[in-house]
Structure formats: structure tokens, C-alpha cells
């Protein structure tokens, strides 16, 4: 489905691959969005140089999820932006390296550093993301969401949506930092190697539960909440640096042979399923996974 009208939207995690995929679309679909990404120069790029011809509705911002002042500061130029209103909050940003560094294993105590990391970017990041839009997204009764001002939300309604990985369901060894949190999984060649991923792996399933627990509770706020479980999504051409040298997507024959779809994943797989759940106001708590079928396949995720 296509998204109609204008809405407010706010995307974490957007100065690279996915979120800026998702940026462009929206941005470029005549929504008003408002981007941040840790990384002030990705996200300045996306706004002002990759996103230039819709510099009016693309709003910017740096932001460390670690730091929850920040965050809510950053969401306080995000609603000034948005005409104090948010319609939708899509929460993509997170760590995505899935290993543990130097070949260390969970045995390793030091790796308690990096296992915080991840907790408190992919998942209480997106905790205190939605928090603070809560207050500018959420509807009481049902017939008022037909009348939002200047908003055309519809009777959907507004919601969140999680972007997570299909490593919420199955995960190589050592992945328990990513798995538990987040999970999110590129295609980048050193993140396909086995051995140690347990951070990566625990933030996922934690993220799936944060879902469909705030699904529930923000159901009197009429504020429904899903999850996106992206699988191997070829991003390699969604940066600064392969605008600058004119790098563009590419399929492997891999990628094919993978995937029961018959072919590799793109980011506007991703941008089709957030703007599926944004209009199906009977989805709530659910989580979409999106990865060619590949999790089927024994021995191939």
C-alpha cells in the first residue's frame, strides 16, 4: 500500500543503508520527516546533499541513543520541526556488528563493555525514543484520528515500528549481545563469519518482547506498535562515500541461490513492509520478517 497525504515521521539511524533508504522514500513520497543518526556528518549528508531537492520537508539532527537527555532534546527539535505532531516513529538505528571484538567469547569479562553498548543503543534506545514521542503521537479515541490537525494519518492511527533482524529467531554461536537487543544484519562480509555474536543475538529477542509489550500498553493511546525483522539486505551503495564514487547496487549470484525469493533483498523491501504496517490498523505487536524466506532454509541463514 502507499501511504497518502502528508504525515510526520521520525527516523533513527538514518545517515546510512536502511534508514537512509527509508528517508528517501518517505521524504520523496511528500511526507515530513525528521532524521537523526550518531554520526552528524552521515546524517547532514543525507538531509542537505543526498535528500537536497526535498530540503523543506527533511529536518536533521545528531544523536548519541546512549544519552537520554539527548535523545529527548532531539525529539524536542524533532516535534518544533514537525508542527508538534508525530505520526509515526520508526526506530532503526543500532549497532549492527554481531561479533564480539578481537575473537573474544562471552567467557571474556571484558566484554562486558560492549555488551552495555548494545543493550543501551538497541534497545533502551528505542525504549526512550518512543517515550518521548509518545506525548506528540498519541490519540484517545478512534474517531479523532480522522481529525488530527493537517495530519492525514487516518484511521490506522499512529504508530512505532522496531527495526530489528531476522537473528531474532536463529543465531550462529557467541551472538548474544546482537540476537538479544536488536540484530540487525548486513551484508557486509565480516559479519557472516561464526563465532562470536551472543551480544548481537540477545538484543533482538529483547527488542521483540519490547514490541509486543508496548503494543499492549499504548493500546489506551491508540498508538499501535510492530517490529521489522530485515534479513540480508544488500546496502553497500546507501552511504556518503558510494554517492561520492558512484557505487551502485549490485546482486551476487549468492545473493540469488540464498534466497527462496530468487533474489537478494533491497532496501525498498524494507520501506514496503514499514509502509504496510503504518496503514494496517489492525496490525499491532506483530513482527514481519523480511528476509527472501532465507530463515527456512536449513543451513543458509
Known sequence: ?????????????????IGRALARHFASSGHKIFILDLNKDNV???????????????GWSACNLRDVDEIRSTVQKAVKFLDNRIDYLINNAGISYPYW?????????SVMDKWNAYVETNLTGPFVM?????????VKKQEDKQKLPESTVGTAGPCIIHMSSFRAMISDPNQEGYASTKGMFSDEPAQREFGTEQWLTASIAA????????????????????MVSPGRIKVTHENQEADESGTEWKAEEDDIETH??????????ITEACEYLMGAGFVTGQNLIVDGGVSKVKGKA
Open 260 to 269: 527462496p525469493a530468487n533474489r537478494a533483498g533491497l532496501p525498498e523491501d
Open 130 to 138: 518512543s517515550q518521548a514521542c509518545l506525548p506528540y503521537m498519541k
Open 207 to 226: 527488542l521483540l518482547g519490547l514490541t509486543q509489550s508496548m503494543a499492549v500498553s499504548l493500546q489506551s493511546f491508540g498508538v499501535r506498535v510492530n
Open 44 to 58: 547532514r549528508h543525507t538531509a542537505e546533499v543526498h535528500l537536497k531537492e526535498h530540503a523543506d520537508r527533511v
Open 1 to 17: 500500500m502507499v501511504l497518502q497525504g502528508e504525515s510526520r515521521i521520525v527516523i533513527s539511524g538514518a545517515g546510512q543503508g
Open 101 to 109: 571484538p578481537d575473537g573474544k567469547t562471552m567467557e571474556d569479562p
